[in-house]
Every structure is written in structure tokens, then in C-alpha cells.
């Protein structure tokens, strides 16, 4: 049977807007009766796989063709509303009802039939995708000839030398040949000068960069310095490459090149540029002098057996491309193959090894260098990871080799070597995006660990997931397949959720966030400042815009996506029941941060009290406010408490209150002049309000004192402590000198029945007066005002 691939091409090149369905039939009915059969070759049904989803992209453009239109259909008959129960309406709203329906049906009816075409297309790439993923599957599972087997070295041998000898004979025709040879003797000035020259760029080039670009790495102190001396580092490979370019370029001048030779000198010069970046991430990753993507904990010799491992590593990898030029040209059979390339698996595997011991020891150093109650560092981990499935690699690559299953031993091997390069490419990559914008901070501490780096190093992460997918088999054709349909996206209800529309969502909503914050701060420290309103005020308005400003943004991110909230709104009734049970806490608290920021019974900065608890207001927030105690520790309120609770506000308004300075005399004393004595110390204190003046109260008579309280009315309630403090110790300097005496408390003890201790021998004691013992007076302690120092006799009364 006959298979054209041509058939999408043409019918497409036949018309832009409309699907040749004949011809897809046509198509898919022979890919069908392909695919059952069983029969044809790989290329073949990759060829078929690229025609089905040159069809599917056609099939989804044409299911979205009449997409306007039916929105602006359906918006109409959404206008018309529903059908009476009765089933009775105006004949002309019954005739529009009709006509717009049939033109629905009409408009949906090619989307419709691109949607079930494209769903056999989806099918039949399904079933070409098993059948090549089972193909593959089955190849690294078959079992060749063992290369252990002593009687297959000397075929190995023999066919090996026939290709280099082939390779010869090929290169003695060309000079043999007059034309070829006369053709060489012209231009042979040139090409030695040629020769010469790429010799000395791809010998020297790179040493003459590195010690150039050591100058900057060894003085390295600012993220710009770094930058530069990786550019110039970047010169370690162009360099030697453009040497290696104009020696290939020179070879293919000598008009020797034949179809044998001209895949072999491919694969070397490929294999020149793995070198050549192999020693460019040795020298940048294991480094002696500086420090670059991480200082690993390994020695200097270890570090520079790291580099040579790295370098013997690409040379491995290119001798084995040169091989596989030559079995691709010679057609060499799989046992021959596998007697010539388990030499290379085994020095790939001990290669893999070492390297993986290096990380693991790296990682071990590093933990034990850390302190035991720091976590140890993600790298650091990662990196003994790394190292552990290099060893195991290495173990098991050249085991399966020996076994005869060669395809699964050269792909574990050597698609490891290239995932190991192209992770260090990406880290590398990371590392440089991570230094740009240390630069665009100008050098902020923390800049390279913040969120930015995070997410750019994410981002470079995901880009460079295709190619480790390519580097294990997997086809581009499957790579554009999976896009393709991550672009098409989830539908849910009426509304498709695509890649495309979270982006835009995320884009446009830290464009929004962004433009709030930004006025936000203006406001804040240029429009609001130049008003009359109070700080208070200004918090407020601010924190007010900024939720604003973010529930718009989120708004318009939301539409500019293109997703539907209407087609929403019953999962959300559904689950505002549920919600509001769960998060009815959380809701109180938001309304009650709005009624705190909007009536503001408390601003930032004043003195409050709640259950006890004295502090500053630090930040009113939506959901809690946060107070600062007076021995520096923060309390989080629900705004619920404020709302609800008893609050007192020292400083609401003004800062003025009053102190009350309790003081206790002995008997005996005059109380007029204690009286006069404490209102001098009352009018002398300067934090004390002439208006209205201080004045004392005799309290009465207690069990030890006579008792009196100076109570006077400060210009600012937040120095009471100290206002306190201070009359204390001029109370005490003015009772010294009028020899006022303070009393203390004093018991006398008597003993009744003193006889009955006479009874029983003990001699009667002398009846003495107690003891005086002073008072335990507590002092006081001013880290921290409680409500005992402000309470309706304390003070704090306004």
C-alpha cells in the first residue's frame, strides 16, 4: 500500500479558511489500515504522525472560526430570555427565537465536525505514539551477542580496521586523481597558512582568554566584575571554535572529502566542540581561584581531578560519535558494535564513577561543616544526589554492556554524560540571570537569593525541560504535540482555561499590583503628607486604595484572560455556604478591619488597652492589628476584639491625663503642711498642667498611715511612669528634711494565758515588744505599664 505525506500540504495550499475532509478521510483511512497492520518502518510513521498534526492544528483553528459569532448568537437568545411555562409568546419573539436558533445550529455545525475530526486525529496519534514508544522499548530491552565473548574481538577488530581503511583508500583516490590533486597544489599557500592559523586559535586561544579573564575573577568583588569576566571566559570557546572552523574549513579545501570522510569529520569537529565546552565548565564550575556557582567543599587536587574527569568525559563522547559515523556508513552488525563500543561504556562508567564519588564527598564534607542546628543547604543535597545516580550509572552501564544489552547500556551512559552538561549549562545560565539582577539592584544585600532569581532560575528550568526530553528520545513531533494541547487548556463550563490565559492573568495582575503600589507610595510620601490629616487618616486612605487597587487588578487580569465569572458563579454559590461556616472568623475580622480603618477609634501610634494588655498601635491590617507592649514583644488582635471588646485609648486625640501618686505618713504628723509639701512637689514637676491644677486629697486614716494622693493632670500621659518616678523622689528628699517620718507597718504581739507556759516548766517569758521588722516593699518595675497603674484610682483618668 502506498502512503503519500504530501496530502495535508496540498490541501491546505487549496484553501486558508475551509477543511478538505475528503482528503483527511482519505488520509486517516490509510493511516488506520498502517497502523493495524503493523508493518511499516519508524521513519515512516513519524512521517504520518507530522501529516496528523499538521490536520489536528487545521481541525482547532476551524473549531474556533465561528467563535465571535456564536458568542454573539447566544448573547441574543440570552436576551430573549426563556420559553413561558405555557409555552405561549409574541409570534415575533417566537420568530426571532427561531431564526437565531437555527443560525446557531448553522454557526456550530463546522466547529462541531472539526471537533470530532480532530478527536480521530488525536486517536490515531495516540496509536502511532504506543507503537513507536513499544518499538523503542523493545530495542533497549533485546539482548545482542555478550562483548565478552573472546571469538567476537577479532571481528570487531578486523571490521574496525576496514573502516579505517576504507577511510584511507578514500582520502589515497582523491590524490590519486589528477584533477584533485593539481586543485590541492594551487591553493596548498593558503591552506598552510590556514592550517597554521587555526592551530594557534585552537591550541592557544583559550589560554591567552583564561588569563585574561582570571585578572577579573581573582579581584571579583562586585556582581559587574563577575559579569565581565564571564564574557571574557565565553572567549575560552569562541576562540578554539573559530580555530576548529577554519581547520575544517581548510580540510574541505583540499577537495579530498569524500561521502566517507564527510561524516566522519562531522563527528569530529563535534566532538571538538564537546571539548572544548567540557573544559570551558571544568575550569568554571571546579575552579582553584574563584568562587562561581558554589565553593565545593573538595580540595585543590580533587578539584582538578574533577576537571580532567569532566575533559576525558567528552573525549569519550566523541570518539564514540566518530564510531558511529563509521557503523552508519558501514552498515556494522550488532555484535561487532557491541565488541567496539564496550571499551568506551566502560571508561564512561569509571568516568561516571569518580565524578560521582567527588560529589558525594563534596556533599558529606559540606554537611559536616555546617552547624548541627543549621539545615543543610538544598545544593549541597541535591549535589549528593547527583553524585549517588552518577555511581549507580556507572555500575550499571558497563554491567549491562557485558550482558549484550547494549542500546539500553549506550543510552544510560551516554544520555546521562549529556543531561550531567546540560544541567551544569542551565545552572550556569541561573547563575549569570541571578548577577544581571544583583546589577539592577545596585548591590542590595540579598538581591541574588530573592523571589526574582527564584522565578527567573524556575523559568530557565522549565525552558530547558524539552531538551533533556529530547536528549532521552523523546521526538520534537511529541515535544509540539504536548505544547499544543497544554495550549488548548481545560474547559470548564463555557470558559477554556489555557496556558496562555494564566499568563496573561499573572502579567496583567502584577502590572496592576505594581501600579497600586506605586501610588500608593505616592501618596504616602508626597500627596498626603502636604494635607492637614492626621497620620492616622493617612494609613488609612492608603491601605484603603491599595485593597482597592488590588481587587481591580485582579478584576481586570481576570478579563483580559477571558475567563467567563459568570460561568462561575453556581460552583461559587454552591460553595459560599460551605465557605461562610468555615470562614466566618476570618470574614468578622475583615469587616471589622474595614469599620476600624473607615470610623478610626484607633490610629497607629496610640496608647490602648485591651483585656489587659497595654501597648502602641504598630499597624492596622484587614484581618488583625498588631501592638507593640511596653517591654518590645508584639501582640496580634483580631480586629473582632476591637470591635466588640472594651478598648481604652490613652491618647486619643491628645496625649493629656492624669497620675495619681499615692503617699502614706506616719501619726503624729501635721497634715496641712504634709498637704502643702506634696502640692509644691505637684506644681514644680513640669510635665504638670497649670490648668487645670494639681491639687492633694486627703485620703483617711489606714491601718499604718495617714494617707494622701497627689493628683495632677500631665501634658502627655505617655511619661507617667517617669513623672511618678520622679515626685517619689523629691517626696522622699522634702519628708528628710521636715522629718516627716514615712512609717512602715508595725504588730504587737501579746501572749494570753503566759501561766500555761509556766505549767510546763518553761520559764515564764519577759513580756517584750515585738520586733520592729521593716516593710517588704516591692519595688517598682516601669518595663511595663498594667492596668493596676491605670485603673479608675490609679490613674489614666483623662
Known sequence: MLLTFGTFGAAQAQSTTAVDYTSWVQLAERIETAVEAGRASDTV???????????????????????????????????????????????????QRAELSSRLAELAAPGKRAEIAKSRADVLIGEIDSILRDRQTSALLERDATPLNPTLWTRGWTTLVSSLNGTKNELLAGWNNPVQRAAFVAKLPALIASTIVGLVLLLMGGRWILALGDRFLEQRSTAQRWLMAFVLSLGQLFVPLAGAYILRTAIYETEFVGLRLDPVLDAIFGGIFLLLVSLWIGRFVFSDKYETLRRFSLSSEQRRTARRLVGWLSVVVGVKQVLEAFASFDQWIA?????????????????????????????????AQSEEEQQPRYGDTMYGLLGRGLIIVGYVGPALAALGYLQASTTLVFKTIETLLLLVLVIIAQRVLAEVWVVIRRGQDGAREGLVPTLVGFGVMLMAVPSFF??????????????????????????????????????????????????????????????GMDKGGQSALVSGIGYVGIFLAALVAITSAGIDLSSLAIVAGALSVGIGFGL?????????????????PITEGDWIEVGGTHGTVRDISVRSTRIETFDRSDVILPNADLISGKVTNYTRGNPVGRVIVPVGVAYGNDTRKIEAILLEIAEAHPMVLAKPAPYVVFQGFGADSLDFEIRAILRDVNFVMSVRSDMNHEIARRFTEAKIEIPFAQRDIWLRNPEALAATGTPEPTKKPAKKRKPQVKKPDFSQLDE??????????R
Open 470 to 531: 529530547r536528549i532521552w528520545g523523546t521526538s520534537n513531533a511529541r515535544i509540539e504535540q504536548f505544547w499544543t494541547q497544554l495550549s488548548e487548556g481545560v474547559a470548564v463550563g463555557d470558559t477554556r482555561i489555557t496556558a496562555s490565559a494564566l499568563i496573561t492573568l499573572a502579567v496583567v495582575f502584577a502590572v496592576g499590583y505594581m501600579l497600586t503600589r506605586l501610588v500608593q507610595g505616592a501618596l504616602k510620601n508626597t500627596v498626603l503628607p502636604k494635607t
Open 335 to 367: 555484535s561487532v558494535s557491541a565488541v567496539i563500543y564496550f571499551p568506551l561504556i566502560v571508561i564512561s562508567g569509571m568516568l561516571l564513577w569518580r565524578l560521582g564519588r567527588l560529589l558525594r564527598k563534596h556533599a558529606r564534607q559540606a554537611l
Open 584 to 600: 466566618q472568623n476570618i470574614v468578622s475580622n475583615f469587616v471589622s478591619g474595614i469599620i476600624l480603618l473607615i470610623e478610626r
Open 45 to 95: 510513521l513519524q512521517g504520518l504522525r507530522d501529516d496528523l498534526s499538521g490536520w489536528r492544528e487545521q481541525f482547532v483553528t476551524a473549531s474556533e472560526a465561528n467563535a465571535r459569532t456564536l458568542t454573539a448568537v447566544r448573547a441574543q437568545l440570552t436576551a430573549l430570555g426563556t420559553v413561558p411555562e405555557g409555552g405561549e409568546e409574541p409570534a415575533d419573539i417566537s420568530a
Open 788 to 797: 493596676g497603674d491605670f485603673d479608675g484610682t490609679e490613674g489614666g483618668e
